[in-house]
Each structure stands twice: as C-alpha cells, then as structure tokens.
C-alpha cells in the first residue's frame, strides 16, 4: 500500500503578498492588451478609465477586484467582468458598477452577479445613489446554465432590485456601447437613461435575434437612439 504525503509547504507572508500583487495585476490589466486596444479603436473608453473619469481622484475604493469564477481555471476572467465600489462625485459618495467589455464582451456570470447585487444593498443600506455603466453583451450563456446558475440567492425579477424594507435609491445608468440582457435590466431599473449615440439597449443583440427568428437587424434598429427615444427607454441621447 503506498500513502501519500501531504504536502507541508505553507507559503510565507511574502509569497502570500506576491500572489496578492499578480492578481491584483490580473484585475487591472483587464481583458489584456489587444481587447482594451480594440476597445479604444471604437472611440470607446474602458471602464477603469470611465470610472477615474467620474469619480472625484482617489476616492474610488473598489469591492470584489479579486472575484473570479471556477472557470478562472481555464483562463483569467479579470474581476469577471464587472468593476463594483464607492466613491465621490463634487464631494458626495456614490455607490458604482460598471460593466468591462473588455472581459468577454462584458457578459454577466454568477460571480459578477454577486457582486452587482452586494454593491446594489449597500447603496440601498447606506441611502447612496447607484451609478451604473452599461457596455455588455448580455448573459454568460455558459456561465447562466444549468447548476452553475441554480446557487443564485436570487433570480432576474429581483436582480439589482431594492431590498425589501429599504427606501428607493436614486439611480443613474449610463449607456455606453452594448445594452443587451441584463444590461438592459441595468437601464430599466435607472430612474435617468443616459446614453450614447453609438450605444443601443435591447433584451436581445442582433445575432441572437437572427438566430430566434431569422431576421437580420443593426444595432441601431434593434435599440439605438432614435429607437430608445421613442419608447422612452432612454432619457437623453449624448455624442
């Protein structure tokens, strides 16, 4: 009979500070240097840049930057696509999630989920308005399926939804590329809808329209501007 030994190395302070230092580096970098340049080729901001853009300098104090899912195992999925935390504004705190299509076109998964949601109650329990920047492609379909998204305290119908016992919040939500799923769930729980003339918001993307009913639409058609303006889904439109 062979017996195998456990192992009996127990990293040192050190090791555990330049394993915390590369995730944070993982977290920062985002989706890499070619998804962040294809970001920045369509006139597009990414969200850590937005975020330093909004936010009174320094005042940011992120929550979740080291959250990954399982399958981080396969590969890294930075903060798993979404950036969550408070800071200021001309002085007054605010609670923000932004989307970072960098990571996988943005899609939400369980992990991003949580902490949308976690984020979603403090701005509740602290009475702080909630700042959301939307630039996402909708669910993780790999990710939402199945026993990967049945361990969910909760469902769509209460996704980012005021908890039960807290008064509302203001909410503002910033439209800034992609609003399609669960980002146009982000939008449709925003008392004001700002949103970009290259953006668009819909429960579905072209593709996935294509695929259901075999129509071929744009981005525009489907929810940009002049569609959002319409049906009210938007309040101001900007360049």
């Known amino acids: 009979m062979i017996t195998l030994a456990a192992s009996t190395h127990h990293p040192s302070m050190e090791e555990r500070l330049e394993e ?4 944070r580096e993982i977290a920062l970098a985002m989706g890499g240097p070619e998804r962040v340049q294809r970001q920045h080729d369509g006139g597009r901001l990414t969200v850590r840049e937005r975020i330093e853009g909004l936010l009174d300098e320094g005042s940011f104090y992120e ?3 080291l959250a990954e899912p399982l399958r981080r195992l396969e590969r890294p999925i ?3 696509g979404s950036v969550t935390g408070f800071g200021r504004i ?3 705190k605010v609670c923000l999630i932004g989307i970072d299509a960098t990571v996988l076109a943005g899609t939400t998964a369980p992990i991003s989920m ?3 949601g976690r984020i979603a ?3 509740a329990r602290k009475g702080l308005p909630l700042v959301l920047l939307v630039d996402a492609d909708g669910g993780r379909i790999p990710d939402v399926m199945g026993w990967r998204f049945s361990g969910l305290p909760f469902d769509f119908s209460s996704f980012l939804q005021t908890p039960e016992g807290y008064s509302p919040i203001p909410r503002l939500a910033a439209v800034l590329g992609p609003g399609y799923g669960d980002s ?6 925003a008392h004001i809808v700002v949103m970009t003339q290259s953006s668009s918001i819909a429960l579905s993307g072209p593709s996935v329209v294509e695929s259901a009913i075999g129509e071929r639409v744009t981005d525009e058609e489907l929810g940009g501007p002049q569609h959002a303006q319409e049906t009210g889904t938007a309040h101001l439109v900007v360049p």
């Open 184 to 189: 146009a769930l982000h939008a449709g729980t």
């Open 90 to 92: 001309d002085g007054r």
């Open 114 to 116: 949580r902490k949308q």
């Open 78 to 80: 930075p903060a798993d």
């Open 20 to 23: 915390l230092t590369r995730r």
């Open 63 to 65: 929550i979740g930057m």
């Open 121 to 123: 109650e403090f701005a």
